[in-house]
C-alpha cells in the first residue's frame, strides 16, 4: 500500500474574476475548492490513475471539513487526525490576466496532535509499503521532524520518499530516504550551490551517493526531467501539451511514478511525466485525469543517458 503524510495541508480556493480593480466592488463568477497540499495531492492522482493511496493528515475547523468532503467525492482514501485549530487556506484569484495568490497563516500543532499523526503512520503502515511525506511544516515544528519521520519508517522497514524544500530537505537526507523528488531550485539549494540544468545527472549522482538515495527524481518542468536510479541515469524529455495550470505537476509527477515503481523503471517513468503532463492541462488543482494519462502515455520518452 502507498500512504502519503501531509503535515500542513490546506485547503485552496480559487476566485474566477474578470479583472481586479481597485477600490470597486468585484463580482466572482465562480468559487472552486480543492483539497491541497504536497502529500494529499500525490494520493489524488494515484486514486485517478487506478491505485489506492492512504492519505494521512491533521485537519480542523470548516475548512478541514470541506477537504473531506473532497476527498470523499474523489474516493480518495484518507486517515484525518483531528486537530483543535482552523486548518490553513490558500486563496487564489484567477483574472482573465493572471493569477494572485495569498496563502493565510495556519495555526501550530499540539505535541498531542504531532504525537497522535506518528501514533496513527505506526498503527496503519506495514513493512514494505511505500510512504511518501511532502510539504511544508506547520508553525512550530522543526526541520528535524523530517529525520525523525523518515529515520522512524526506515526502522520499521517502510520505503519512504520525501518531497520538500530548504532545511526539511537536508534534515530528510542524513536520514536516507529511499528516493527524493527535488525540482532544480530545491536540489540547488540542497547542494548549496546553484546548478545548470547540464550539471543535474553529476549532481543527482552526487547526492545518491552522499546520502544513500537509492532514486533521486529531478523535476525541471517545461524541460521534462532526469533521475539517477538504481545507479542508472535517465532522461525523460517533456510531452508537449497546452499548459493551464503547473500547479500540481511535480507531486503528480512523483504520484505516476511510485504507483509503478515495482513494474520498471522505464514504466514507472512514462507514468509519471504523462501524469505531470496530464496535471498541467487542467485549471486549478484539479491535477490529472486518467484519460488524458493514458492517452500520453504512448508519447512519453525515457533514455538511458
Not at 269 to 288: I, Q, R, Y
Amino acid at each position: 500500500m502507498i500512504f502519503t503524510l501531509t503535515l500542513n495541508p490546506c485547503l485552496d480556493r480559487y476566485l474566477y474574476i474578470d479583472e481586479l480593480i481597485p477600490e470597486d466592488t468585484i463580482r466572482v463568477y465562480r468559487i472552486e475548492d480543492y483539497a491541497a497540499g504536497k502529500g494529499i495531492n500525490v494520493s489524488r492522482v494515484i486514486k485517478e490513475i487506478g491505485g489506492n493511496s492512504i492519505a494521512i493528515c491533521p485537519l480542523g475547523g470548516n475548512n478541514g471539513n470541506q477537504i473531506q468532503f473532497l476527498l470523499d467525492n474523489e474516493r480518495v482514501l484518507y486517515s484525518a487526525i483531528r486537530i483543535e485549530k482552523e486548518t490553513r487556506m490558500n486563496i487564489i484569484i484567477q483574472t482573465l490576466k493572471g493569477q494572485y495568490r495569498m496563502s493565510l497563516p495556519g495555526a501550530p500543532l499540539t505535541s498531542l496532535e504531532y504525537d497522535l499523526i506518528i501514533d496513527m503512520l505506526k498503527a496503519i503502515t506495514r513493512k514494505k509499503d511505500t510512504l511518501v511525506v511532502s510539504g511544508s511544516l506547520p508553525e512550530g515544528l522543526s526541520p528535524s521532524v523530517y529525520f525523525d519521520i523518515v529515520k522512524l519508517c526506515n526502522d520499521m522497514g517502510l520505503r519512504v520518499y520525501v518531497d520538500t524544500d530548504g532545511d526539511n530537505l537536508k534534515e530528510a537526507v542524513k536520514a536516507h530516504p529511499f528516493g527524493i523528488k527535488p525540482n532544480l531550485f530545491e536540489l540547488s539549494r540542497l547542494l548549496g550551490r546553484d546548478l545548470k540544468k547540464d550539471e543535474v545527472p553529476s549532481a543527482a549522482k552526487e547526492i545518491s551517493e552522499k546520502y544513500g538515495i537509492n532514486d533521486v527524481l529531478v523535476t525541471l518542468g517545461k524541460d521534462g526531467a532526469i533521475v539517477y536510479v538504481d545507479k542508472k541515469t535517465y532522461k525523460i524529455d517533456p510531452i508537449e501539451v497546452k499548459v493551464k495550470s503547473a500547479v500540481g505537476a511535480g507531486d503528480s509527477f512523483l504520484a505516476g511514478f511510485v504507483y509503478k515503481r515495482d513494474e520498471s523503471v522505464e514504466e514507472a517513468l512514462k507514468w509519471a511525466v504523462a501524469s505531470s503532463s496530464a496535471s498541467v492541462m487542467n485549471e486549478g488543482t484539479t491535477l490529472c485525469k486518467i484519460k488524458d494519462v493514458v492517452n500520453l502515455l504512448d508519447k512519453a520518452t525515457v533514455k538511458r543517458i
